[in-house]
Antibody
Framework: EVQLVQSGAEVKKPGESLKISCKGSGYSFTSNWIGWVRQMSGKGLEWMGIINPGDSDTKYSPSFQGQVTISADKSISTAYLQWSSLKASDTAMYYC????????????WGQGTLVTVSS | EIVLTQSPATLSLSPGERATLSCRASQSVSSYLAWYQQKPGQTPRLLISDASNRATGIPARFSGSGSGTDFTLTISSLEPEDFAVYYCQQRSNWPLTFGGGTKVEIK
C-alpha cells in the first residue's frame, strides 16, 4: 500500500526556520516525483514545487522560487520542504503528494502538515 | 504559466441530480488534465487523470471529458458523499497549475 506520512503540526515565530518531512512507503521512492502543495485556510490548492528523488531534479513554481527549498534523502525515502525565515503569511496546510508522469499528476497524498507562524 | 479557470464557483444541487463542472485552460494542455476531490478537513483525492481516466477505486458515476482547452467533470447522479470541492490540474507544462475549484453543495 502506497503511503506518504508527513511530520506533525508546527507552531513557529516569524523569522524562524523550519523543515517538514514526507516519508514514502509501499513503492519505489525513486520512481516517482514528490510534490508540495500549499492550502491556506479556506482557499484552493497551490503547487509549490517538486523533486524527483531518483535524480534530484527539482522544479519550483515561480510564486515560491526562492521562498522555500525542496530536497530529498532517498536512503530514507523522505522528502523535505524547508523555510529559512518564516513569515506570518506562510501559515497554511502543506501537503506532499506522489507525482506520476512527466510532468506529473498526483495520485497519492500525505495527510498534511499544518504550519502556524505567529508572534 | 497556464491558467485554469473553473466554473461555476459553486454548484447547488440535490442528491440524485447530475453535476457538470467545467475547467478551461488559457492555452492547450492536450489531454493532460487531472481532477481531484477534496472534502472538508480531508486530503485531496485523485479522481481522473489525463482528462478521462478514472483513478483506482473511483466510482463509475464520475467521468471526465475534453481536450485542448475545455474540459468537463460529470457526476452522473450525486451521492451524499460527493458534496465537496473539485479541482482541476494541468500537467502539460511546467509550472504545474491548479484551477481555483468548484464547490458542489447541497441545495
Amino acid at each position: 500500500e502506497v503511503q506518504l506520512v508527513q511530520s506533525g503540526a508546527e507552531v513557529k515565530k516569524p523569522g524562524e526556520s523550519l523543515k517538514i518531512s514526507c516519508k514514502g512507503s509501499g513503492y519505489s521512492f525513486t520512481s516517482n516525483w514528490i510534490g508540495w502543495v500549499r492550502q491556506m485556510s479556506g482557499k484552493g490548492l497551490e503547487w509549490m514545487g517538486i523533486i524527483n528523488p531518483g535524480d534530484s531534479d527539482t522544479k519550483y513554481s515561480p510564486s515560491f522560487q526562492g521562498q522555500v527549498t525542496i530536497s530529498a534523502d532517498k536512503s530514507i525515502s523522505t522528502a523535505y520542504l524547508q523555510w529559512s525565515s518564516l513569515k506570518a503569511s506562510d501559515t497554511a496546510m502543506y501537503y506532499c503528494a506522489r507525482g506520476t508522469g512527466r510532468p506529473p499528476y498526483f495520485d497519492y497524498w500525505g495527510q498534511g502538515t499544518l504550519v502556524t507562524v505567529s508572534s | 504559466e497556464i491558467v485554469l479557470t473553473q466554473s461555476p464557483a459553486t454548484l447547488s444541487l440535490s442528491p440524485g441530480e447530475r453535476a457538470t463542472l467545467s475547467c478551461r485552460a488559457s492555452q492547450s494542455v492536450s489531454s493532460y488534465l487531472a481532477w481531484y476531490q477534496q472534502k472538508p478537513g480531508q486530503t485531496p483525492r485523485l479522481l481522473i487523470s489525463d482528462a478521462s481516466n478514472r483513478a483506482t477505486g473511483i466510482p463509475a458515476r464520475f467521468s471526465g471529458s475534453g481536450s485542448g482547452t475545455d474540459f468537463t467533470l460529470t457526476i452522473s447522479s450525486l451521492e451524499p458523499e460527493d458534496f465537496a470541492v473539485y479541482y482541476c490540474q494541468q500537467r502539460s507544462n511546467w509550472p504545474l497549475t491548479f484551477g481555483g475549484g468548484t464547490k458542489v453543495e447541497i441545495k
